[in-house]
């Protein structure tokens, strides 16, 4: 039996799996990475990708890939219900429910940098592939966690080549769980799940491929609705050609996916397309059931949870994904600042104490979406205030306007000013993602969310000199990924509104977090900037 070592053990291939892979090696931190299938899956499984997750691309300077696995959904901006049939409906004249609607599009172009728009998931896995190769980490697929133990000075883990039937022993400092709804590392280290196994009734998701491209040219929709009096189920369009998924419930108590095989199943697909004679190939089957369930911890000692393996968020929303990104994003930096030295254990302490809560109220959003069906697709302003009256969250609040009151956070606020406008939580608070304004760095436009790169990040106001001194000071002495910027001076500020958006003044400073979250914020200038600076990084990063 072979054996080896490795600073992180990724065990799970999947969008967060490879997401968390990309996000270590940006601080310089290898990782192995182990998925139980061949490849990675064909499988869609989610479409919607919100902008957080977007921005989660671009600063691991893979936006222009992102854009380019896009392309073939590009048109796929809308939800439409149609019977009979597909085919029978007038596609052109259908009533369409934007996705995202119009106004949340328009904020989002307000306060992010990076493109809007659905893009299979199959895609975003197989350029992660392609990036974490291109960043020489190892992803080795067939190949199936047995069992793991764990002690003070790491991890050990016995994996299995289920094509050769060779094992081997991994020894890693940290193993990261993110291996899907049926963890087998969350089996292992014994943590229990909190909420509903059953949501909704089971259904079959069956892949297929047939030509439609003529019947939706120009009339392009991200997922239809279909009725045809013997079929029911949602149509999604994988790339407005010939990959398309349809999803239909099924009676799991007498049935089973045995009871729709490929040709059962291609007789489905025909009925909802509507064309009795079209060429169609079932190029896969699952069976799954809808649940909303979050992990107790996202900490078992060196074992860390990210992903579906931590929580199971309806596809209401579309939140899922991007949520799990978010882990990866957020554990990325912690987990490779304790490994390189610059952190303390302790620091990892923080990724539950932030990500936990968001995970459940992403969850509970995404329950109160499906329970409220309706008003989830109803944009009126009436159905806002019907929203607000049950605490439905605007996506933008649910995606990325929410904040973290614990954690590596100094001075947040205990409650969210807004389920409503995601601009007025977006304000600089500390716990917070960095507002969004275009600036100027050498001559350069860029986004505020581009100057803290793979480090912290003080920004100052124009005259915020003590801040800007204190911070190279310390990056000096302590070899921290520490920048500094004045924002007016160093970086030009051309519509004069950072102050105003950061909740500063020309004196005062943020501290950005590598993942673009505010972790400290002084209004105006200090006595003492330097001692006041080092003691709170020192506190926030556990290196007292």
């Given at each position: 039996m072979t054996e080896e070592h490795v600073p992180v053990l990724i065990v799970?291939?999947?969008?967060v799996g490879l997401s968390t892979s990309v996000a270590l090696a940006r601080h310089g931190v290898r990782s192995l990475v182990v998925e139980r299938r061949a490849t990675t899956s064909i499988h869609p499984r989610a479409t919607g990708v919100q902008p957080p997750a977007r921005e989660f691309f671009r600063a691991m300077?893979?936006?222009?890939?992102?854009?380019?696995?896009?392309?073939?959904?590009?048109?796929?901006?809308?939800?439409?219900?149609?019977?009979?049939?597909?085919?029978?409906a007038d596609l052109a004249s259908v009533r369409r429910y934007p996705t995202p609607p119009d106004e949340v599009l328009a904020v989002t172009k307000r306060i992010s940098p990076t493109d809007i728009g659905p893009c299979s998931q199959d895609q975003i896995d197989r350029m992660l592939v392609a990036a974490a190769a291109e960043r020489g980490i190892a992803v080795r697929f067939s190949t199936q966690l047995e069992s793991l133990t764990q002690d003070e000075s790491g991890v050990t883990?016995?994996?299995?080549?289920?094509?050769?039937?060779?094992?081997?022993?991994?020894?890693?400092?940290?193993?990261?769980?993110?291996?899907?709804?049926?963890?087998?590392?969350?089996?292992?280290?014994?943590?229990t799940m909190s909420g509903l196994d059953k949501l909704g009734e089971p259904m079959i998701n069956m892949m297929f491929k047939a030509d439609l491209s003529d019947l939706v040219r120009g009339h392009e929709f991200a997922f239809a609705e279909v009725r045809t009096g013997e079929v029911e189920g949602i149509l999604l369009t994988i790339n407005n050609r010939d990959r398309w998924v349809f999803h239909f419930t099924y009676d799991a108590e007498n049935e089973s996916l045995d009871d729709y095989p490929p040709e059962r199943c291609a007789e489905?697909?025909?009925?909802?397309?509507?064309?009795?004679?079209?060429?169609?190939?079932?190029?896969?089957?699952?069976?799954?059931?809808?649940?909303?369930?979050?992990?107790?911890?996202?900490?078992?000692?060196?074992?860390?949870?990210?992903?579906?393996?931590?929580?199971?968020?309806p596809p209401v929303g579309a939140f899922g994904m991007s949520t799990g990104i978010g882990d990866a994003y957020n554990l990325g930096w912690k987990l490779a600042m304790v490994i390189n030295g610059q952190a303390g254990d302790g620091l990892l302490d923080a990724y539950q104490d932030e990500r936990l809560p968001i995970a459940q109220f992403t969850c509970e959003q995404a329950k109160l979406r499906f329970r409220f069906m309706e008003l989830h697709w109803d944009n009126s302003p009436e159905a806002a205030e019907e929203k607000a009256k049950i605490k439905i969250a605007d996506p933008l609040v649910t995606g990325f306007g929410f904040q973290y009151t614990a954690g590596?956070?100094?001075?947040?606020?205990?409650?969210?000013?807004?389920?409503?406008?995601?601009?007025?939580?977006?304000?600089?608070?500390?716990?917070?993602?960095?507002?969004?304004?275009?600036?100027?760095?050498?001559?350069?436009?860029?986004?505020?969310?581009?100057?803290?790169?793979?480090?912290?990040?003080?920004?100052?106001?124009?005259?915020?000199?003590?801040?800007?001194?204190?911070?190279e000071k310390i990056a000096e002495e302590t070899g921290l990924p520490l920048t500094?910027?004045?924002?007016?001076?160093?970086?030009?500020?051309p519509d004069g509104t950072f102050t105003?958006?950061?909740?500063?003044?020309?004196?005062?400073?943020?501290l950005v977090r590598p993942d673009n979250f505010i972790a400290w914020r002084e209004r105006g200038e200090h006595e003492d900037a330097y001692q006041h600076l080092s003691a709170l990084i020192s506190g926030l990063l556990d290196r007292n």
């Open positions: 799970g291939g999947g969008t300077g893979l936006e222009e890939a992102m854009r380019e696995a896009s392309t073939d959904l590009q048109p796929s901006m809308s939800k439409v219900n149609v019977e009979p049939s597909l085919a029978e883990a016995t994996l299995l080549d289920t094509e050769t039937g060779e094992r081997s022993t991994v020894h890693a400092d940290y193993l990261v769980g993110a291996d899907g709804a049926g963890s087998r590392v969350r089996r292992e280290i014994g943590l489905i697909a025909r009925k909802a397309i509507g064309v009795p004679d079209i060429e169609v190939e079932i190029l896969a089957r699952l069976a799954w059931q809808m649940s909303a369930r979050v992990v107790d911890q996202l900490r078992v000692g060196r074992v860390l949870m990210a992903g579906d393996a931590a929580h199971t968020i590596a956070v100094v001075g947040a606020r205990s409650v969210l000013p807004s389920l409503e406008d995601v601009e007025l939580n977006l304000d600089g608070s500390p716990g917070t993602r960095l507002p969004h304004l275009w600036v100027e760095r050498k001559g350069e436009k860029t986004s505020t969310l581009d100057l803290a790169g793979a480090g912290f990040a003080i920004l100052a106001g124009e005259d915020g000199d003590a801040w800007h001194a204190a911070a500094a910027y004045r924002v007016g001076k160093d970086v030009r500020d105003a958006a950061t909740g500063i003044t020309a004196k005062g400073a943020l």
